[in-house]
Nanobody, 113 residues
């Protein structure tokens, strides 16, 4: 089983940046990659980005070119660098493994002027 603790969220103005962190613990060796998801108020949880164990990345269309997913395999940390944030990026952000495990608490990101 793998567990996740997300951090780094906050309230920022449009156009600013944030970097989220995810600390993964447990049976990390069993997963094929890591991913970020987000859930806006009243909406379903949506996929944002994935990074494979080899470092290959994929992004959702709404964040492509603005967000960057990365990982540090020595510390089991996964990051999401978010640039040029928009009000539509407001959500609770979660990380999870591929295949997915239990969800953590997430970290709130609010983008507002």
């Amino acid at each position: 089983q793998v567990q996740f603790v997300e951090s780094g969220g906050g309230s920022v103005q449009p156009g600013r940046s944030l970097k989220l962190s995810c600390a993964a613990s447990g049976n990390i060796a069993s997963v094929n990659g890591m991913a970020w998801y987000r859930q806006a108020p009243g909406d379903q949880r949506l996929w944002v980005a994935t990074i494979s164990n080899s470092g290959r990345t994929w992004y959702g269309d709404s964040v492509k070119g603005r967000f960057t997913i990365s990982r540090d395999n020595t510390t089991n940390l996964v990051y999401l660098q978010m640039n040029n944030l928009r009000p539509g990026d407001t959500a609770i952000y979660y990380c999870n493994s591929v295949p997915s495990a239990s969800w953590g608490q997430g970290t709130q990101v609010t983008v507002s002027s």
